[in-house]
């Protein structure tokens, strides 16, 4: 059996990463092979695939509708020779060149529903296409979280089509603390703060200001806490002025981009992970198996179904009850940083791994071969 994967970029982005762990995993299989075609040259990914000895190619799209006979080529080429084309990102191209191979193909939604920016036009166009592919070109459609399914159904239909749910997994083989020179300083320099944190990229739809909002409230009476944030993107710039206007410098920290956040998370006493209508969540399950408390917010999708299986307690509806929860961490850290508390989370989140994200993809191919 050989596999096809397809994404956009290499950029170390949430899709990315969890392309790259399940093609790793499913080249330990002695019966399947595997390819991951990457439409742009961006990114700093492919030392990553080299170093994994998983095999790609690049299209070298320009962007999303952008069409080049080369690119075109090489499409027909790799799916020519292959059983499954398993897409993980929209591009019409890719699309229409998958539906006259002939071949299966399955289609993975990761949740991109434009949440938390403005729709352009060539959102709208890009959704339609989806929507006709689902419905008519798609041998199975699978979802990455029920919040995700419910959302397609709403944008789709996806009334007559074969899908089925098949929760992200994360690589717990690689989520290794390092403890770098950084992260030793840090330690050190707070090693008597308790302190509250994220990992995210800073965009519309992680919510970060209404973190920071219920740190504010939370804090207002604690020399002793403090705000870790760990991550970059596009509205770093107005949540650090939101900072200086808060009048918080003293208490909130950004660490930028850090190749290995889990050093960081490692740091927090109780991490917070306030987004609104996210698809997964990937960070979070990593906190929840170093043994983290972690928080998050009733409209947070895909975050929502991973806390309710192991602390429904620690979903919260609104800033202030965030802060409350926060003030209830605060007080009682001894006893949910216990040993027994630390390992029922680990547990929980090892429900979550790639092997059992790659199993179930594995025998979603079998069962397309066989018709």
């Known amino acids: 059996m050989k596999v096809v994967h397809y994404m956009w970029s290499g950029n170390m982005g949430g899709i990315e990463k969890l392309t790259i762990w399940l093609a790793e995993n499913q080249l330990k299989r002695k019966d399947l092979s595997n390819l991951i075609l990457i439409g742009t040259n961006k990114g700093t990914l492919f030392e990553t695939l080299q170093q994994k000895n998983i095999s790609y190619d690049i299209l070298g799209l320009k962007n999303g509708w952008g069409f080049n006979l080369k690119s075109w080529r090489k499409l027909r080429h790799h799916f020519k020779s292959t059983d499954i084309i398993h897409i993980h990102t929209f591009n019409p191209w890719v699309l229409f060149a998958a539906i006259i191979s002939g071949k299966k193909i399955v289609y993975t939604l990761h949740g991109n529903f434009v949440y938390g920016r403005k729709v352009k036009l060539t959102d709208k166009i890009n959704q339609y296409c989806i929507g006709l592919m689902l419905n008519h070109f798609t041998d199975m459609v699978t979802f990455n979280s029920k919040f995700t399914e419910a959302t397609a159904h709403k944008r789709y239909g996806l009334n007559s089509v074969k899908k089925q749910l098949v929760y992200n997994g994360v690589d717990f083989s690689n989520l290794t603390l390092t403890e770098n020179d950084d992260v030793k ?60 206007d808060d009048k918080l410098e003293d208490k909130i920290v950004f660490t930028g981009f850090q190749k290995n956040a889990a050093d960081w998370e490692s740091l927090m006493d109780v991490c917070v992970f306030p987004s609104q209508n996210e698809s997964f969540g990937l960070v979070a399950i990593e906190a929840m198996y170093l043994g983290k408390q972690v928080i998050v917010f009733n409209d947070g999708g895909g975050l929502v179904e991973i806390t309710e299986g192991i602390s429904p307690d620690d979903i919260v509806d609104s800033v202030d009850k965030a802060a409350e929860r926060l003030n209830l961490c605060y007080h009682l850290k001894n006893q949910t940083q216990q040993n027994e508390v630390i390992q029922k989370r680990k547990i929980y989140a090892s429900i979550f791994s790639i092997e059992n994200m790659e199993t179930n993809f594995y025998n979603i191919y079998q069962q397309l071969l066989k018709k």
């Open 185 to 244: 300083r840090f330690r050190e320099q707070h090693k008597d703060k308790f302190i509250i944190g994220t990992v995210a990229r800073f965009a519309g739809v992680k919510r970060i200001d209404r973190l920071i909002d219920a740190f504010k409230i939370f804090s207002k009476d604690k020399n002793d806490a403090l705000l870790l944030l760990t991550g970059d993107g596009p509205l770093r710039q107005s949540l650090e002025q939101k900072v200086k």
